[in-house]
């Protein structure tokens, strides 16, 4: 079975940082572009970043550009999204989602920021 | 930034069809923007219905189809069940960049 699992959310302080982990079974991993999507509480899907299945290319939203770093280990097929320097509307459920035929999903991870 | 829009709310009968709508601020929606469909259910995770503008996952139920109509991505439910209800929220492709949609709530009823 394909199991994409996110973790790594909790609660920080505004200006803080974390760093979330999206573990990958069941599918080839190393050959998927990958994307990190956010949902606040109550709203929509907002896309957050992708990145190439060999890891040399991401791309950002401009809400987190120069704030969050998309970062793979196909050893380990495992995807991260560091964040740094978080706001408040940076709360949501972080959803980790491949693409095109492999455009699973995880569960989500929710990250809260607040003083 | 482009804006990605969908019908707010649409409400169809049970075994009625139906089409969601997505549209782009940039212009006509081409295969180019490689248009996703996403179906959400409360309390749970996004599920990809299309991808690619009309490519089914083995998980898509043969009632919903992608297309491309009147210079908009399209997702059309035939034979709507009450299990449907749901919120659908479309995905474009800008060179790299993506852009959800705000989502369109449909109702079967």
């Known amino acids: 079975d394909v199991q994409l699992v996110e973790s790594g959310g909790g609660s920080v302080q505004p200006g803080g940082s974390l760093r979330l982990s999206c573990a990958a079974s069941?599918?080839?991993?190393?050959?998927?572009?990958m994307h990190w999507v956010r949902q606040a509480p109550g709203k929509g899907l907002v896309w957050v970043s992708r990145?190439?299945?060999?890891?040399?290319?991401?791309i950002y939203a401009d809400s987190v550009k120069g704030r969050f770093t998309m970062s793979r280990d196909n050893a380990k097929n495992t995807l991260y999204l560091q964040m740094t320097s978080l706001r408040a509307e940076d709360t949501a459920v972080y959803y980790c989602?491949?693409?095109?035929?492999?455009?699973?999903w995880g569960q989500g991870t929710l990250v809260t920021v607040s003083s | 930034q482009a804006v990605v829009t969908q019908e707010p709310s649409l409400t169809v009968s049970p075994g009625g069809t139906v089409t969601l709508t997505c549209g782009s601020s940039?212009?006509?929606?081409?295969?180019?923007?490689?248009p996703y469909w996403f179906q959400q259910k409360p309390g749970h995770a996004p599920r990809t219905l299309i991808y690619?503008?009309?490519n089914k996952h083995s998980w898509t139920p043969a009632r919903f189809s992608g297309s491309l109509l009147g210079g908009k991505a399209a997702l059309t439910l035939s034979g709507a069940q009450p299990e449907d209800e749901a919120e659908y929220y479309c995905?474009?492709?800008?060179?790299?960049?993506?852009?959800f949609g705000g989502g369109t709530k449909l109702t079967v009823l």
């Open positions: 989602t491949g693409s095109g035929s492999s455009a699973y």
């Open positions: 069941g599918f080839t991993f190393s050959s998927n572009w």
């Open positions: 990145i190439n299945s060999d890891g040399s290319s991401t």
């Open positions: 940039t212009g006509a929606v081409t295969s180019g923007h490689y």
């Open positions: 690619d503008t009309n």
């Open positions: 995905l474009l492709s800008y060179i790299g960049v993506r852009v």
